[in-house]
């Protein structure tokens, strides 16, 4: 069990840029999410996998935010045409219960 | 919906005293309740949960936290502060439902006098 991957870890870009972030969760965990988190608060909730299938989104994903779990392994979040509201860190969870989430070590994204 | 909230942004104690970190939440629905730490440039770490059963839960480092519905309350505790428990502490709450999203607080920041 290595834990919760997330890649990369830092990202920094320039406004109007794409950007993708990855995570890896704990190998046979079927749920992940992922959330946000911006200076001085706690973490807020994005989307949420089961499987492949996203069943849940924040109305704080955009639609210039996607996230994908392809096969029901690893996740990619994408956001189009960064904007300066978006350098937060970027957290990714992945549990087998409803009972506990392992969290990543986050990927902290700066927009200029 | 549900909320969560941490008065204060900062405790200050000083090493070996007695550690408080105060916890109210909102549900609607019997909750699920966690208290997460984590460390600068680092992702969150599980302290404990309150699912069912017993108020009184403990978790890793020495850390407790009772469960009071009467209050909606879920404040943290540690008999006596160490150092290395310098960092800021997120509670939170999550629904019975499937998806078990967490909704945290704005968190506090613990500071540990030598």
């Known amino acids: 069990d290595t834990g919760v991957s997330q890649d990369p870890r830092h990202k920094i870009t320039k406004r109007g840029q794409n950007v993708t972030f990855r995570c890896d969760p704990i190998s046979e965990h079927n749920r992940l999410y992922w959330y946000r988190q911006t200076l001085g608060q706690g973490p807020e909730f994005l989307t949420y996998f089961q499987n492949e299938a996203q069943l849940e989104k924040s109305r704080l994903l955009s639609d210039r935010f996607s996230a994908e779990r392809p096969k029901g392994s690893f996740s990619t979040l994408e956001i189009q045409r960064t904007e300066q509201g978006d350098s937060a860190m970027y957290l990714c969870a992945s549990s087998t219960t409803v009972y506990e989430q392992y969290f990543g070590p986050g990927t902290r994204l700066t927009v200029t | 919906a549900q909320s969560v909230t941490q008065l204060g942004s900062h405790v200050s104690v000083s090493e070996g005293a007695l550690v408080l970190l105060r916890c109210n939440y909102s549900?609607?629905?019997?909750?699920?309740l966690f208290w997460y730490v984590q460390y600068p440039n680092q992702g969150l770490q599980l302290l404990l949960k309150y699912t069912t059963g017993a108020t009184l839960v403990k978790g890793i480092n020495g850390f407790e936290a009772e469960f009071k519905k009467s209050e909606t309350s879920f404040h943290l505790t540690k008999p006596s502060a160490h150092m290395s428990d310098a960092a800021e502490y997120f509670c939170a709450v999550s629904n019975t439902g499937a998806n078990s999203k967490l909704t945290f607080g704005k968190g506090i920041t613990l500071s540990v006098r030598p």
């Open positions: 549900s609607s629905v019997p909750p699920y």
